[in-house]
């Protein structure tokens, strides 16, 4: 048989990675077995172990794959900010803009569920690194709005960073269930609840009231 072109080869690749992004977000990595993934991309599992190593290698690069995404719709945009008001916009706009990306429209709730096994630190890892830095970009945020005394967070700036993060997760999870006014009215609220909670300036509620 000859050998496949590196066009062939590339376009293989992508076939594999788009169908294991697919199958692990709607179902999870217990969910998923190789061979599943072999059969929706059209090829042997033999085709498969020529492009990744494994399951865990190609479920952490799923994993990377959507951590993009993330990047791409939100933290690329808030870090390039240097107004922390603008970066806050910025954070609950790259979330309503992320729920719509057609890449994700099938799911990715499967990347949050637990695995049953005990031995995947490295995909552990990539995750809680993901949290981290994504953390610590919000964190920087808040703690610019407080040097410009636009919020008051006192003791809970780690904190709200934190659950600005969890809330994220918990809107963009659920993805196909709400309707992107939906989305949007929910940001709204919770901008608006969080600037009315810690903010020394009232106009700040009226500005997120236009999200």
Aim: hydrophobic share 45%; proline share 2%; with cysteine.
């Amino acid at each position: 048989m000859p050998r496949k072109s590196a066009t062939d080869q590339a376009a293989t690749l992508d076939t594999i990675r788009t169908q294991a992004f697919q199958l692990f977000g709607q179902y999870g990595y217990d969910g998923v077995s190789i061979g599943d993934i072999a059969k929706a991309s059209g090829l042997s599992k033999g085709a498969m172990y020529w492009h990744f190593q494994g399951k865990d290698a190609l479920y952490i690069d799923c994993l990377r794959r959507l951590h993009g995404y993330f990047d791409q719709h939100i933290f690329d945009a808030v870090q390039a900010e240097p107004d922390p008001v603008k970066r806050m916009q910025l954070f609950f706009h790259g979330i309503a803009d992320l729920v719509q990306d057609d890449a994700l429209q099938a799911g990715i709730a499967g990347y949050w569920q637990r695995s049953n096994r005990a031995d995947l630190a490295e995909v552990d890892s990539v995750q809680r690194a993901f949290e981290a830095r994504t953390s610590g970009i919000m964190e920087e945020t808040l703690r610019l709005a407080v040097e410009q005394e636009v919020l008051d967070l006192a003791d809970d700036l780690v904190d709200m960073a934190r659950a600005m993060i969890a809330v994220m997760e918990a809107i963009v999870l659920p993805l196909q269930a709400h309707t992107t006014t939906e989305v949007y009215q929910t940001l709204g609220v919770l901008a608006r609840t969080m600037m009315r909670a810690y903010t020394k300036q009232p106009a700040m509620v009226e500005l997120f009231r236009k999200l």
